[in-house]
């Protein structure tokens, strides 16, 4: 079972830029991948960004260029990370952290970022 622990959310202008954190514990060590996902009212959860354990990436096209996602293992914890840069209105949404040791997967809570035009 892995425990997911989210931060960083919070309300910035339009060109602004945010970093999102997450925290992985419980069964850390089995983890493959970490990712971010976002939904906005009235719409589907989607993918913002995805990280494989050996590095490999993935991303929306609407966020191609502006955010960034990365993670470090240190003490047996994993943490990832979405560095958001060039924040734009259509960016707002809840977003979620998402991790999968093998077939199972299990998210976060859920941190609320909200863009200003």
């Known amino acids: 079972q892995v425990q997911l622990e989210e931060s960083g959310g919070g309300l910035v202008q339009a060109g602004g830029s945010l970093r999102l954190s997450c925290a992985a514990s419980?069964?850390?060590?089995?983890?493959?991948?970490m990712g971010w996902y976002r939904q906005a009212p009235g719409t589907q959860r989607e993918l913002v960004a995805s990280m494989t354990s050996g590095g490999s990436t993935k991303y929306a096209d609407s966020v191609k260029g502006r955010f960034t996602i990365s993670r470090e293992r240190v003490n047996a914890k994993n943490t990832v990370y979405l560095q958001m840069m060039g924040l734009k209105p259509e960016d707002t949404a809840v977003y979620y952290c998402k991790v999968n040791v093998g077939t199972f997967a299990s998210w976060g809570q859920g941190t609320q970022v909200t863009v200003s035009s």
């Open positions: 419980g069964s850390s060590s089995s983890i493959d991948v």
